[in-house]
C-alpha cells in the first residue's frame, strides 16, 4: 500500500524542515514541501492526499491559497498553521472548509492524531466514491446481461417509471433479479443520489420488522437500550426497496398501508410523528393477487404497492439470454479462477440451453462456476455439467435437425460462443427465407437486437 503524500506549504525554513521530519520520519508519511502558496498550487496535479499550509506567506497568503485549493479540488483536506495565535484567524479558516487550525508552536502529538483521523475519513470516503461509481456502473441497462425481446420490454417500463413517484412491484421467480430491476430505477432516477435502502421482509422476524422499518425509541421493549432510527427514516429523499414483501404479517401491513398513505408514522413506543419522502419500490416471487382472494394479503395494501407492475419472466421463457449469459459468466469466472482458454463443447451448450432452469439467472450462475472448478482442461463437457441438466439432453434445440446444437451433425469441432450464436442467426435467416421479423421472433429476440446481431457478425439481410 502506498504511503499518503503530505505537502508542506511555509516560507519559514526551520518550520518546514522540523514538519518535514515529523511527516516522513515520525509519522512515515510521503512529504513534499513548498516556500509559498504559488509553488504548491502548481504541483496539486500530484494529487496530495492532505496540505499543512502556513498562513502568513509572502505573496499568495494561506487563507488565497487554501481558497483556490478549494476551487480546483475540494476533496483535498487542508489544516491551517499560523504563529499569529489568533482565534479569529482559526474560525475564519474553518468557515472556510479547513479540515483544522493549529498554532505555532505545534503541538505534535496533536498534529499527528489530527493528521491520522483525516486520513481516514479520506480514505472511508474515497471508498465510499468508489462502490457508488461502481453499483451505478452496474445497474446501468447494458450491464444488465440480456438481449431477448422480453427483457427490452422490462427496460422499456424501468425507463417509463423511473422518474415518477408512482410505486412500483416488481414480480418474478427467484433468481431472475428482481432486486437488480429495483436497483436500475433507483440509479437511473432523480433519486439517484439519495439512499437506496434493502429491507427482506422474509429474512426478518415479525417481531423485529416492525421495528426495522420504523425505528423504536429506547426502552420501547426488552433489548432496546437506545433509539433506533429504522429504514423509512433512513431512506428519506430516496428508495425504500421492500423485497418479498408477499412474507410480511398482516398486522404489519396494516401500519405499512397508512404509512404509504400519509407518509408519516411512529417509531415504536413513541409519540413523535416522522414524516419521510420515500419512493417505494416492492419485489415479490408470489401470486399476490391470489393471496389477496385467500386473505394471505391486504387487498387495500396490494393496490397502494402495484399502480405500476413489472414482471420479470423467468429464464426457460428467454432463452435468447441463456447463451449470452454463459457467455458473460464464463468470462467472469474463468477470470477469476485464472483459467485461460477455456470454452464449452457443443453437447455441453446443448445441454444448457434446453434445461428449464427452475432457479433462474442464480441457477445458471452456479452451474457455470461448478462447472469451471470441474473441467479438467480447456474443454468444459456435458460431464461437467450436474446430473440435473444431463438429464434434459435432447436433440435439435434450434431449428431443424443439422443445427448448431445437433449432437449428430458429422463436424466434431468445437464452436466458440461468438461462432455459436452467429451460426444461430444465419440458420434461423436461412429457415425463415431471410424474414427478419420471423427470425427474430423464432430465437426469442427482438429486432432491434437482431439487427445489431447482425451488425456485429456482418451479416447481409
Not at 510521503?30 to 498562513?55: H, K, S, V, W
Not at 479547513?98 to 503541538?107: N, T
Request: proline share 4%; glycine share 6%.
Amino acid at each position: 500500500m502506498s504511503k499518503s503524500l503530505i505537502f508542506i506549504v511555509d516560507d519559514e525554513e526551520t518550520i518546514r524542515r522540523l514538519l518535514q521530519h515529523w511527516v516522513t520520519t515520525r509519522w512515515g508519511y510521503e512529504a513534499r514541501t513548498f516556500t509559498t502558496g504559488e509553488d504548491c498550487l502548481e504541483a496539486l496535479q500530484e494529487d496530495p492526499d492532505l496540505i499543512l499550509m502556513d498562513i502568513m506567506m509572502p505573496g499568495m497568503g494561506g487563507i488565497d491559497a487554501f481558497k483556490e485549493i478549494k476551487k480546483r479540488d475540494p476533496g483535498i483536506p487542508v489544516i491551517m498553521l499560523s504563529a499569529q495565535g489568533d482565534l479569529k484567524v482559526a474560525v475564519e479558516s474553518l468557515k472556510l472548509g479547513a479540515s483544522d487550525y493549529f498554532g505555532k508552536p505545534i503541538d505534535f502529538p496533536k498534529l499527528e492524531a489530527a493528521i491520522r483521523t483525516i486520513l481516514q475519513l479520506r480514505e472511508v470516503s474515497r471508498e465510499v466514491v468508489q462502490l457508488k461509481e461502481r453499483l451505478e456502473r452496474d445497474v446501468h441497462f447494458e450491464n444488465i446481461i440480456a438481449s431477448s425481446g422480453e427483457m427490452q420490454e422490462v427496460f422499456r417500463l424501468v425507463t417509463k417509471v423511473k422518474n415518477s413517484p408512482i410505486p412500483v412491484l416488481v414480480m418474478g421467480e427467484s433468481g431472475t433479479g428482481k432486486e437488480l430491476i429495483s436497483r436500475a430505477i433507483h440509479f437511473h432516477s432523480e433519486r439517484k443520489n439519495a439512499p437506496f435502502v434493502v429491507v427482506n421482509c422474509a429474512s426478518i422476524p415479525y417481531e423485529l420488522l416492525e421495528s426495522e422499518l420504523f425505528g423504536h425509541e429506547k426502552g420501547a421493549f426488552t433489548g432496546a437500550y437506545q433509539r433506533r432510527v429504522g429504514r423509512f427514516e433512513q431512506a428519506n429523499g430516496g428508495t425504500l426497496f421492500l423485497d418479498e414483501i408477499g412474507e410480511m404479517d398482516l398486522s404489519l401491513q396494516a401500519k405499512l398501508l397508512r404509512v404509504l398513505q400519509t407518509k408519516q408514522f411512529e417509531r415504536v413506543g413513541g409519540n413523535e410523528t416522522i414524516t419521510s419522502d420515500v419512493r417505494m419500490v416492492s419485489a415479490t416471487n408470489r401470486d399476490l393477487r391470489e393471496d389477496v382472494r385467500n386473505k394471505r394479503f391486504r387487498e387495500d395494501l396490494f393496490f397502494r404497492i402495484a399502480p405500476f407492475p413489472i414482471l420479470i419472466p423467468p429464464l426457460r421463457q428467454r432463452k435468447a439470454d441463456i447463451l449470452v449469459l454463459v457467455e458473460h459468466f464464463l468470462r467472469v469466472f474463468a477470470s477469476e479462477q485464472s483459467r485461460k482458454g477455456l470454452h464449452f463443447t457443443r453437447e455441453a451448450l446443448k445441454y444448457l440451453y434446453e434445461y428449464p432452469w427452475p432457479g433462474n439467472v442464480r441457477e445458471l450462475e452456479n452451474v457455470i462456476q461448478r462447472a469451471i472448478v470441474m473441467a479438467e482442461d480447456t474443454e468444459i463437457t456435458e460431464k461437467d455439467l450436474p446430473i440435473s441438466l444431463q438429464s434434459y439432453a435432447a436433440e435439435g434445440i434450434i431449428g431443424p435437425a443439422g443445427s448448431v446444437f445437433d449432437v449428430n451433425s458429422s463436424s466434431q469441432s468445437i464452436q466458440p460462443m461468438e461462432a455459436v450464436k452467429e451460426a444461430a442467426l444465419r440458420n434461423a435467416l436461412a429457415v425463415t427465407g431471410g424474414n427478419i421479423f420471423e427470425a427474430a421472433s423464432r430465437l426469442n429476440i427482438g429486432r432491434a437486437t437482431f439487427y445489431r446481431m447482425m451488425k456485429r457478425y456482418k451479416i447481409k439481410p
